[in-house]
């Protein structure tokens, strides 16, 4: 029997990993409800102002001590910082670009994220893992393209540039932590890297915020705002973070592929946007890309 107890936390983490990403599948869409009333500077800052609470209440609930040496202050400091451009850089795009073509766009993080944890953290990518990452790319390029792979010209707009970018900045950010988070309290580094992003952000919120768009917000908008604060970014940061800490950044990376299937699922009934074959193909192969490279063995992801 004590054979069968080491699974279970991975398996736990793998499930806690699936609910973040689709949790953020669907911040697209509210994040396009909600950038039609307010501006960027003022959703994260609202986002920030609501979800740091919450995340608060769960670390006292659940007694967590924020304990930190010195040596932590760098990452902190850097993760707050990354993590505060990534957010204020993916919102601006969405500003001029679909939820469905920013879903598509940020599953370029696994890539970035697997090539920096390689060079940075020393992670094994594997047979697996590699196999994985080339299923999904393929899958990508299907749905970006259409079916056309010899037509790449889906990267039209600013927007869809901000939300490459995006991609990239959270690969950084998810390298950047991990050695924190697997020395800390996931928890505990989620709250203050998010205490710290509200800092940075509230220097922008000053000089930039409209408190009139914001009193003016519609119901519809309130809704998307409190899903963002709260499942989006306290619930979905935490639960990241604790796959991070236990199966390593290139391997929870691989799960950034689910995102894209979970803002289709949601975009096209709210956004009314085609859902075609080769959309189905390609998800076909997100699907597989993942599952091949979450896969155990000599050949899987460290």
Do not use: C
């Not at 396009?32 to 102002?49: C, D, H, N, S």
């Not at 204020?88 to 696994?110: E, K, R």
């Amino acid at each position: 029997m004590a054979l069968a107890t080491p699974p279970r936390e991975p398996m736990a983490s793998h499930i806690l990993l699936l609910i973040a990403v689709t949790i953020w599948g669907w911040t697209f869409v509210a994040t396009k409800i909600v950038v039609t009333e307010i501006g960027p500077v003022e959703i994260f800052g609202l986002r920030l102002a609501v979800g740091l609470p919450f995340l608060g209440a769960v670390l006292l609930v659940k007694r967590t001590p924020l304990r930190f040496t010195r040596e932590d202050a760098g990452p902190l400091l850097l993760g707050g910082a990354v993590l505060t451009a990534h957010f204020l850089v993916q919102i601006a795009g969405l500003t001029t670009t679909t939820a469905m073509n920013t879903g598509w766009i940020i599953s370029a993080s696994p890539l970035a994220l697997a090539i920096l944890s390689y060079l940075l953290l020393r992670e094994r990518i594997g047979w697996n893992g590699a196999a994985g990452i080339a299923a999904a790319t393929l899958g990508i390029l299907l749905l970006v393209s259409r079916g056309n792979l010899t037509d790449l010209g889906w990267l039209r707009s600013t927007g869809d540039w901000l939300i490459l970018a995006s991609a990239h900045t959270w690969a950084l950010y998810t390298v950047t932590t991990r050695g924190l988070v697997r020395r800390r309290d996931p928890l505990a580094v989620t709250f203050l890297i998010l205490v710290l992003a509200a800092l940075f952000t509230a220097v922008f919120f000053a000089m930039q915020a409209d408190l009139k768009r914001v009193a003016a917000l519609s119901p519809r908008g309130v809704a998307a705002l409190l899903y963002l604060a709260i499942p989006g970014l306290a619930l979905g940061q935490w639960f990241w973070q604790e796959g991070v800490a236990k199966l390593g950044a290139a391997r929870a990376g691989l799960y950034l592929y689910l995102e894209p299937l979970a803002t289709v699922a949601l975009a096209i009934p709210l956004l009314g946007e085609p859902f075609g074959a080769f959309t189905a193909l390609g998800g076909a192969l997100v699907l597989t890309g993942v599952y091949l490279g979450q896969g155990r063995g000599p050949g899987a992801a460290a």
